[in-house]
């Protein structure tokens, strides 16, 4: 703190007024080398621009001068941010309002640019004509990144960097103009990919067509991701529509993505034209959806306009449901079973059960596909009972054969958790099977605890008390992830595969999964790693702490046959 001559000590300084005057000195110094923010005054006439010892601390004035010029503060200014902020303050100095105020980038000494938001007032000489400008500097370069932060997540999708449907929709009106193309785009089969070769593999595969729309549309028109494997292109002004669509299928379908593993796709397209097939958002969308639904009925691989009459196809809905009904009757569905292995002996712990549909002409369809029509025609109590009693009944059957004791994973869903016969058909399934409930673990998910918190919570405490294991799935990826081991009755918490697939390559991750397992364990909870697939994952999750493991690496999910 630079020293300012006061007080009885100094000798100089004798008559009161001076005495007064010293310690206001002191005080004002003291005052501007605690302020937070830099302090700085700007003189027209002299040219003189003074900036305090904060600022010439923090950014790049030259450290022998304590006095500069304005162009030393314009030589500070991001490239990006100079014209602007120079011309701001021109404008202020030129004009009649006495506050200033702006925001730019000043660089720092060490080479860095730190966002500020510049304030200053004006001192005005008799004729109104501004003689200096003294203000302050406040580094809000965090604040900065945090809305940058913020509005990324709101409004781009994480994985592929592209706008996301909220953000399409705001951007849709400024977007619109006759001649635009509205395409809905579909992936086919990730659901597929996901289930046979890795969750990390489908990511990586939207990733990459991603990336290729992006290249491809990019510039000219405009390209969002709308769900997990759908997306949503804008062309302006495409002469001929049809051959630019059977041009982008063909060339995905000669793609080999992935690099060595040379795996191919396909995509299906719904179109529906800006005028013709509405003029709103919601219209262009549910109606190049249709058609989209219509691409894919009709064999996938493959564009499709929209037309009036495939508002018929709402009808394929009842058919779809009609089918579930007759699975559910004719007992297609399975149940298929994936090894979870203690990391320290290498042995089996427990089985996550996992639901397929047997389709008698699809052959095996992974839940992802038909769950939501499970869900949507309202059966989906039927199917969790079925799902429950199949896994009971085949616990009894490995408990008489095996007399193992590990323990039998079964997931429930939001709707499950909120009835109220849950209770009463476990305590059915207890005693017909003769399966103890502390052998029995019942996953949920974030989604899950979501509806109807209350009622939930209830229901885990009361089953937890009863002996059944709870475990959290998915955890790390949604808001509330650490709220809920605070207040949930939990033994268990499974890590995200998404922490797994990159926690030998991403330094954050690790450390992630590192705080993460030693969080839970000094709260007494097991830790499972999901979707484990190479041997270096195994030995790294391993090190780190790891309590059980689960991944096609220990096995796949296999139907059991006795």
């Given amino acids: 703190m630079t020293k300012i001559p006061h007080g009885k000590n100094q000798e100089s300084v004798s008559s009161p007024c001076w005495q007064q005057i010293a310690d206001a000195l002191h005080d004002y110094q003291l005052m501007i080398d605690g302020a937070k923010d830099g302090l700085w005054m700007y003189n027209i006439s002299s040219d003189r621009y003074v900036v305090s010892q904060k600022d010439r601390e923090r950014f790049d004035f030259d450290p022998s001068h304590e006095v500069y010029s304005l162009q030393a503060w314009q030589s500070l200014l991001h490239p990006d941010d100079a014209a602007q902020a120079v011309n701001a303050f021109v404008n202020f100095l030129e004009g009649t309002s006495d506050v200033y105020e702006n925001t730019y980038r000043l660089r720092s000494r060490d080479g860095s640019y730190r966002w500020v938001k510049s304030h200053g007032i004006a001192d005005r000489s008799g004729d109104g004509t501004i003689v200096s400008v003294a203000g302050s500097h406040t580094d809000i370069t965090s604040e900065v990144e945090q809305d940058r932060l913020l509005y990324r997540l709101a409004y781009y999708d994480e994985l592929t960097r592209l706008p996301n449907r909220t953000k399409l929709r705001r951007d849709f009106d400024a977007l619109k103009r006759e001649g635009m193309a509205f395409l809905f785009v579909d992936v086919d089969d990730v659901s597929y990919v996901n289930s046979v070769m890795g969750y990390d593999v489908g990511d990586r595969l939207i990733e990459e067509i991603g990336a290729m729309f992006g290249s491809r549309y990019g510039q000219q028109h405009y390209v969002a991701k709308l769900d997990s494997d759908q997306f949503a292109v804008l062309l302006f002004d495409s002469v001929d529509l049809d051959r630019e669509l059977n041009e982008l299928l063909e060339e995905v379908r000669s793609m080999a993505f992935l690099g060595d593993s040379g795996l191919h796709v396909t995509l299906s397209i719904g179109v529906a034209l800006y005028g013709p097939h509405g003029t709103s958002f919601d219209d262009l969308l549910r109606r190049a959806n249709t058609a989209l639904h219509y691409a894919k009925a009709n064999g996938k ?46 042995r089996i712990a427990g089985r996550e059960a996992l639901l397929r549909w047997n389709h008698p ?93 209350g009622q939930t919570l209830e229901t ?8 059944f294991r ?50 839970a364990h000094r709260m007494g909870l ?37």
């Fill in 526 to 562: 097991t830790v499972v790693a999901e979707g484990v697939e190479t041997a270096s994952q195994d030995r790294l999750l391993r090190e780190l702490g790891c309590d059980l493991m689960q991944g096609y690496f220990y096995g796949r999910p296999e139907p059991v046959y006795f």
């Fill in 460 to 467: 885990l405490y009361r089953l937890h008390e009863r002996g």
């Fill in 301 to 346: 691989d493959q564009h499709q306009f929209y037309q009036t009459a495939m508002e018929n196809y709402a009808y394929m809905y009842v058919d779809n449901v009609k089918q579930i009904r007759k699975a559910l009757a004719e007992v297609q569905f399975e149940m298929h079973y994936q090894p979870i292995v203690d990391a320290v002996t290498g």
């Fill in 361 to 453: 002409q699809r052959g095996l369809v992974p839940p992802g596909e038909f769950i939501p029509l499970v869900e949507q025609s309202r059966q989906m109590m039927d199917l969790e009972r079925w799902i429950l009693d199949a896994v009971y009944g085949q616990y009894a059957v490995w408990s008489r054969k095996e007399r193992s004791g590990w323990f039998v994973s079964i997931n429930l869903s939001a709707r499950g958790l909120l009835s109220n016969a849950l209770d009463e058909y476990l305590d059915y399934l207890t005693e017909t099977h003769e399966v103890e409930p502390g052998y029995v673990e019942l996953e949920i998910t974030e989604t899950a605890l979501l509806i109807n918190a």
């Fill in 470 to 519: 709870i475990a959290l799935d998915d955890f790390g990826t949604g808001y509330s992830s650490l709220h809920y081991l605070k207040t949930l009755p939990i033994d268990m918490v499974k890590l995200d595969r998404s922490f797994i697939r990159t926690v030998e390559t991403v330094e954050k991750d690790r450390v992630i999964v590192s705080s993460v397992v030693d969080l």
